[in-house]
């Protein structure tokens, strides 16, 4: 464990900083799976999934596709374009929705070129002709990013902008996580819940790819909490030509493990504010 990361999770800064985090990924019900199943020895792998009707469109709750197991973090490697992996597959032969080109395959060791930074439900994400968004929805969903480890990265800060408008959180999920069991599980909780009307948001600061294959990536994010940072960690996979979330076990939040850490140290800063 690094020095700038503290050792205990339960200190006091780590509690402020929760407050804050949670309140977009975990709290409220939103994007966090509580008292859920998940069957993961009979789920078939996202490969055999079939494409959704639309990009944006809500996944069915009676759908029978089911979502495989996060990728655990590793270290950061190129991806490829002829390796394989069956995680994500799009069914498309790997081609963005949105015409996008694939790019680079390299993760971004430095901050990537943006055209501009735009707010999106109170926070600040990137925008770029080359990584995407390539649409924003009517209800300002942004989606449809590059194929490749640095699209991936843009898609994570754009995730941190979609889950904070908890009033969307039902509309949000189905286009956002990648569609299997638990986010189907996911979407009937969320339904059954009552609306939240918290704004609550955290602005990411800075990033770090902590795996990237051709079809799923892991990105950590750090987010500032009054004088340190705490990182939630996100995986993608690249399903039906676009990054989706891929939902967390059951009983466990969208960016877990969290972390408090004093300093930016091992990340790469990047932020339009």
Not at 9 to 19: D, N, Q, S
Not at 50 to 67: F, L, R, T
Not at 145 to 157: E, K, L
């Amino acid at each position: 464990m690094s020095e700038n990361e503290d050792q205990s999770p339960f200190g006091r800064g780590f509690v402020a900083a929760c407050i804050v985090i949670g309140a977009i990924l975990a709290c409220g019900g939103l994007l966090i799976i509580t008292g859920l199943s998940s069957d993961a020895s009979s789920a078939p792998s996202p490969a055999s999934l079939p494409a959704p009707a639309g990009a944006g469109s809500p996944i069915d709750p009676g759908s029978p596709v089911a979502g495989g197991p996060a990728t655990p973090a590793g270290t950061a490697r190129s991806a490829t374009p002829g390796s394989e992996d069956p995680a994500g597959d799009s069914g498309r032969d790997g081609v963005s929705r949105c015409g996008l080109p694939d790019g680079d395959q390299a993760i971004p060791a430095s901050a990537p070129a943006v055209d501009g930074w735009e707010v999106t439900r109170r926070v600040v994400v990137p925008r770029s002709t080359a990584y995407g968004p390539g649409k924003v929805d009517a209800d300002g969903f942004r989606r449809c990013f590059a194929h490749s480890p640095t699209g991936a990265v843009f898609a994570a800060y754009n995730t941190i902008g979609a889950i904070a408008d908890q009033r969307k959180a039902v509309a949000t999920a189905g286009k956002l996580m990648l569609p299997g069991r638990d986010t189907v599980a996911l979407i009937r909780e969320l339904r059954s819940e009552p609306v939240s009307d918290s704004s609550d948001s955290a602005q990411p600061v800075a990033y770090r790819v902590l795996d990237a294959s051709r079809n799923r990536a892991t990105v950590m994010l750090a987010m500032p909490v009054e004088t340190a940072f705490v990182s939630a960690t996100l995986t993608l996979a690249w399903y039906d030509g676009d990054w989706r979330v891929v939902p967390p076990p059951a009983g466990e939040a969208v960016g877990a493990p969290f972390a408090q850490r004093r300093d930016l140290d091992g990340f790469v800063a990047w932020s339009g504010i």
